[in-house]
């Protein structure tokens, strides 16, 4: 019986990236020269690993595959004549890290990560953490707003923040 492939997921497709995306952007730099088209080439590769990630036989040879991957893209970019001109502004002053594509699509899968173990956790608990780390109440306004003493306050939001840590223990 044929097993259908694994489906990436943001959360287990951001540590490919976090772990890749240097090496697959130096790549594509020492063939075109140009941190505009090698921003572009890096898009292209973790795209094309996203859409056939369960097409690769063997998981630990992920590294090679981008490689040859942001390679052949590379190539394929100046033999269309698509790579810009390079210029003395774009190889001296990179694009920031924090907007990199490699950058944007690990931030994204932390949150879908994030939501979903916050998700998971009893709706009290959950709410807890939420008035005290996202709205910036203080444990006696959480206790108020929830009705609640703040001693069982203190003890969801150390529950909450456990879970969080060992779930997204991946994400440091």
């Known amino acids: 019986m044929l097993m ?13 990236v976090r772990r890749h995306r240097r090496l697959v952007h130096a790549t594509a730099m020492g063939v075109l020269h140009s941190s505009a088209d090698a921003d572009d080439v890096v898009q292209e590769t973790f795209l094309a690993a996203w859409t056939h990630l369960g097409t690769i036989d063997d998981p ?10 942001a390679r052949r893209r590379a190539y394929d970019r100046l033999r269309r004549g698509a790579a810009r ?24 899968a932390f949150v879908h990560a994030a939501r979903a173990v916050l998700a998971a956790m009893p709706p009290t608990q959950r709410r807890s ?24 306050v203190r003890g969801m939001l ?9 779930e997204l223990v991946d994400w440091r």
């Open 60 to 69: 630990s040879a992920i590294g090679g595959w981008l490689l040859t991957t």
């Open 4 to 16: 259908p492939a694994p489906v990436a997921t943001p959360a287990s497709f951001a540590p490919i």
């Open 129 to 152: 953490w939420m008035l005290r780390h996202l709205e910036g109440l203080s444990y006696t306004e959480v206790a108020a707003v929830l009705g609640l003493p703040e001693s069982t």
């Open 158 to 166: 150390a529950r909450a923040r456990r879970t969080l840590d060992r």
């Open 85 to 108: 001109p390079a210029t003395e502004l774009d190889d001296s002053v990179p694009a920031p890290d924090d907007l990199a594509p490699s950058d944007v699509a690990e931030r994204t």
